[in-house]
């Protein structure tokens, strides 16, 4: 992995776009497979240790399905809800409804894009397991829960593959993001933010 990132940050490189955007998406691959154990393994610690109603976000589909095969360990499938691409739109709204509202509905799993303006209202947390190379995507993502918070604070976590300069650099661009987003609110909502690092255990496998 380290050889791939070297080829798509270098800072002089002989490859065309084109080919900086193919080996960048092989990269995000690359990190995904590297880190959704990891992932599932901390999102099922803290459900574990109760963490309210939770927003789980992620990008590609093979995290995605090892996130929700934890998840139907963890709490059972009548405790959470899968909204993804594949997701026929006029399910879409009740899915939302059904974690809004249900008491038992404790987590919300989703692809980047799979909503447009629904809102989804009462989550307590926002956990990331992927980040996105454009930080518009993550700050759309928040938006979906700020709009339904009445008062509190919502916690948002991201979770970084250690030493992985696709995660450190994907971050450091949504902190830039951020701070211009935050520069043109009066009274921006509170947010607890953290970056959290996770070590692969080499004796996992993907």
Not at 148 to 176: F, M, N, V
Request: aromatic share 6%; proline share 2%.
């Amino acid at each position: 992995m380290k050889q791939m990132e070297g080829k798509c940050f270098a800072k002089k490189s002989r490859i065309d776009e084109d080919e900086r955007r193919s080996q960048m998406k092989v990269l995000s691959q690359m990190v995904m497979q590297m880190k959704k154990r990891c992932c599932a393994d901390y999102v099922r610690e803290i459900l574990s240790n109760g963490s309210g109603k939770l927003l789980l976000y992620a990008y590609h589909r093979q995290m995605l399905d090892s996130l929700e095969s934890m998840l139907e360990e963890t709490v059972g499938i009548d405790s959470y809800v899968r909204i993804d691409a594949n997701t026929p739109d006029d399910q879409k709204s009740d899915l939302v409804t059904q974690f809004s509202e249900d008491v038992k509905c404790l987590v919300a799993l989703l692809s980047f894009t799979a909503l447009s303006g629904e809102t989804l209202r009462g989550a307590e947390a926002i956990v990331f397991a992927e980040l996105a190379w454009a930080p518009g995507i993550i700050l759309q993502c928040e938006d979906r829960a700020h709009l339904g918070q009445k008062k509190g604070s919502l916690l948002i976590q991201y979770l970084l593959l250690d030493e992985c300069e696709w995660d450190t650099r994907c971050y450091e661009r949504l902190e830039e993001k951020q701070q211009c987003v935050n520069k043109s609110l009066d009274n921006p909502l509170p947010l607890w933010q953290e970056e959290l690092r996770l070590e692969v255990d080499d004796r996992q496998t993907p």
